[in-house]
């Protein structure tokens, strides 16, 4: 049994990790501002700290613990916002991992994994790529998800161990129906769950990389656990499948049938389309995605066809 720091877990992801993890047997605190995330979704057992991660009175909060390890995940994850307020993105992704990064060195946490993204890479003419690929972001988001990357690197040399975890498009159940700015996939099912016509900003041609959340828990977790020399590590979190945008409305049609579509502008810093190579998180972690896209929407789209109905 361990203790762990999970931040964001009234979230998708942040939720999904710190259930598992308390179902394994371990301890939980989460740090939430409930600014996407909702209070409800925090799993029975996590101590929950209402405030900003970003916040020196709210980390200082946290100074009679002692973790095994730090997972921060919580953020805002929508590069259009990121355009919208530039200094609040830097501030919630960025300085929070500073501050949380202080934090492990001051208290002998060694070991932090971070939410990163594959927007780090912004476009490229070559559309699958590796940890080694260019690094050219396109919205302040992946700015500041490099950064946070580049901190840990600092970070790495005092002794903690730092892993960033490229999440690529994330999807499944426990994605925010209600939220319109994120997720490409519970966006457009929630357009079709509700009004039963989607609206697609930009082309149907754009593709992405869709990971399901339990594979995303899995990578969180084996991140700690696989025993590796190295002290700083970048892994691509993808399923090394392209999916075009137009193939997501038709997986979302034949599951609910009768859904029209429209395609209007595009928003800025929206990345055409990348999708990622996974060879280094399954040789170094061991790492094996279990589901897929299509599974992952049925599912999806079962549990929730209900939602806008009451
Ligand atoms: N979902 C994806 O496809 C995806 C892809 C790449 C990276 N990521 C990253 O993964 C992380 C989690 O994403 P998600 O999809 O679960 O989003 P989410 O919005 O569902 O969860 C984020 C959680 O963090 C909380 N939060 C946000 N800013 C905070 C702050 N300053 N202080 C305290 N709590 C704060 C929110 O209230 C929410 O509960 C984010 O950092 C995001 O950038 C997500």
Redesign the pocket.
């Known amino acids: 049994m361990a203790n762990y720091l999970v931040?964001?877990a009234?979230?998708?992801?942040?939720s999904a990790l710190a259930k598992d993890l308390i179902l394994k047997g371990n301890t939980v605190v989460t740090?939430?501002?409930?600014?996407?995330?909702k209070e409800s979704n925090i799993p029975t057992g996590c101590k929950f700290i209402k405030?900003?991660?970003?916040d020196k009175d709210i980390i200082s909060k946290l100074d009679d613990y002692s973790f095994d390890a730090v997972f921060h995940?919580?953020?805002?994850?929508s590069g259009e916002i990121s355009f919208e307020n530039p200094i609040y993105d830097l501030?919630?992704?960025t300085a929070?991992t500073l501050l949380l990064l202080e934090y492990c060195k001051k208290h002998g946490v060694k070991k932090f994994v971070y939410?990163?993204?594959?927007s780090t890479y912004g476009d490229h003419e070559e559309e699958l790529v590796d940890e080694n690929s260019k690094t050219e972001p396109k919205s302040f988001y992946a700015v500041g998800?490099l950064a946070s990357e580049n901190y840990m690197r600092i970070f790495s040399s005092f002794g903690i161990q730092c892993t960033a975890l490229r999440?690529?498009?994330?999807?499944g159940y426990g994605?925010?129906l209600d939220?319109l700015k994120?997720?490409m996939a519970s966006i457009y099912l929630a357009m079709a769950l509700k009004d039963g016509h989607i609206v697609v900003k930009g082309s149907k041609d754009r593709f992405r990389d869709f990971v399901h959340v339990k594979d995303v828990v899995s990578a969180c977790e084996l991140a700690i656990t696989i025993p590796r020399d190295e002290k700083f590590d970048v892994f691509n979190v993808a399923n090394c499948r392209k999916i075009k945008v137009e193939y997501i409305i038709k997986t979302i049609q034949s599951n609910i049938p009768g859904t029209t579509v429209e395609y209007i502008l595009g928003t800025p810093g929206d990345q055409f389309g990348i999708y990622g190579k996974n060879d280094k998180i399954r040789h170094k972690l061991g790492w094996n995605p279990t589901i897929n896209f299509e599974e992952g929407m049925k599912d999806f789209i079962e549990k929730t066809k209900t939602y806008f109905q009451n």
């Open positions: 931040t964001g009234a979230g998708f992801i942040g740090i939430d501002n409930l600014s996407t995330g405030g900003n991660t970003y995940i919580a953020g805002q994850s501030s919630t992704n929070s939410a990163s993204s594959m998800k999440f690529f498009n994330v999807f994605q925010n939220n994120q997720g």
